[in-house]
């Protein structure tokens, strides 16, 4: 039996929340049989609310009325049509085509088909970071990636920062808003960010897939939208219709980039990949893009579980807790809820936590160091509000002992 197959596929792990949430499905009956209290996922960036009715029954018209041969690799014109439009009026971003424009499966592709752009390469993002990226996109791709962390309060070490781009990085991975820090940067962060990275000729790989979802008085800025950075083509931005339109099985999301050879080859490498976005969720998508009250309408309730895991946590004593400005979850740091004996154990939350019922994500996972041990993330995206009260309340009963 041959065993010597791409070493980089080897290399690839499956999600440590993949792994979780399987875990946590598996032993939830018995913790909700014994105990009589609800099992409650915070572990997984899902959408509990319902697909829009319009792109419901606009995929239903479009399998009525038969397309369901070979979808246009890339997407129709007309949909990336429309695609460039919601760019320019949305994300303000201007000088697109159609020909600019990539439609692939769902974000995680476009996201993956970047990577590609620089197989072998250097690369880095901020920690904490979508896991993903390091379990799979970076060793599918051979990257040679190096993290560069948040401070404790989410801000950026602009001087590390400036150092690592001056050292002859390929690309720069930017997440806006951030996963799993629920951080949105702001327009003076991301015009440093931008001209350090224009400056030393890095490539800009643009993960707005959280765009619409930002709460109070913060906007979304992309990138690629920032008047002084106009000349600056080098950055492909890439948004999904997954979570804004609770569409996470549709796998739909896209690419968008100035520049004309990165186009090119993103087009050819989703025509290897999967050849296109199948043809009936193309009409559905298209549908998608003209809702402006129905999304604002979801981001109002997720507000609302927002606040109420974040004024909840607030009230456990020696927990720190940003208040996430946008994307769907919230990460508190417990390092000064953990016993001595287990300071180096980055389970330690997460295991306290699952034997109580709750299910999280250990801040382990959104690094490939240490440094976020004491760490976890919750998502607030499929809790209702009755089950987040519920959770809260538990925690302040376990930690208070």
């Known amino acids: 039996m041959r065993t010597n197959f791409n070493p980089h596929l080897h290399k690839i792990e499956i999600s440590p929340i993949v792994t979780i949430s399987e875990r946590a499905k598996t032993i939830a009956p018995e913790y909700e049989e014994k105990s009589g209290r609800h099992f409650i996922y915070f572990q997984r960036g899902e959408i509990d609310l319902p697909v829009f ?16 041969k070979y ?65 799979s996109f970076v060793p599918y791709s051979g990257i040679h990636f190096t993290e560069v962390p948040l401070r404790e309060d989410f801000s950026i070490d602009f001087v590390s920062l400036e150092n690592l781009l001056a050292s002859g990085l390929d690309f720069f991975y930017l997440n806006n808003p951030h996963n799993p820090t629920g951080k949105v940067f702001t327009s003076e962060e991301l015009l440093k960010i931008g001209e350090l990275c224009q400056k030393n000729k890095v490539f800009v790989i643009s993960d707005e897939a959280y765009e619409y979802i930002v709460f109070d008085d913060k906007k979304h800025i992309s990138l690629a939208s920032l008047p002084e950075l106009t000349g600056f083509k080098d950055i492909v931005t890439i948004p999904s219709f997954s979570k804004t339109y609770s569409m996470t099985g549709f796998r739909a999301g896209y690419a968008a980039t ?77 390092a000064r809820l953990f016993p001595a004996s287990q300071k180096k154990n980055g389970n330690y939350i997460y295991e306290r936590l699952l034997q109580n019922g709750i299910c999280v994500v250990p801040g382990q996972s959104f690094a490939g160091t240490d440094l976020f041990n004491t760490f976890a993330r919750l998502s607030f995206s499929a809790t209702p509000l009755e089950l987040i009260k519920e959770a809260v309340e538990r925690m302040e009963e376990i930690f208070s002992d």
């Open 258 to 334: 100035k520049n004309g050879i990165a186009s090119d080859l993103l087009k050819k490498a989703q025509y290897t990949q999967t050849a296109g976005v199948v043809s009936f969720i193309q009409p559905a998508l298209k549908a998608a893009l003209k809702l402006k009250d129905q999304i604002q309408e979801r981001v109002a309730e997720f507000q609302k579980r927002r606040d109420l895991l974040y004024d909840g946590l607030k009230r456990i004593d020696n927990l720190e807790v940003h208040r996430p400005e946008g994307a769907i979850y919230v990460f508190p740091n417990f």
């Open 53 to 68: 009715p319009e792109v419901r029954d606009e995929t239903i018209k479009a399998l009525q009325e038969g397309k369901t």
């Open 71 to 135: 979808p246009i690799s890339g997407g129709t014109e007309d949909l990336r049509e429309a695609l460039v439009q919601k760019l320019q009026e949305y994300n303000k971003i201007t000088g697109l085509s159609a020909d600019n424009v990539v439609l692939t499966y769902g974000g995680q592709e476009a996201l993956q088909m970047a990577f590609e752009l620089f197989r072998g390469g250097r690369g880095a993002g901020f920690t904490p970071i979508w896991t993903v990226v390091l379990e």
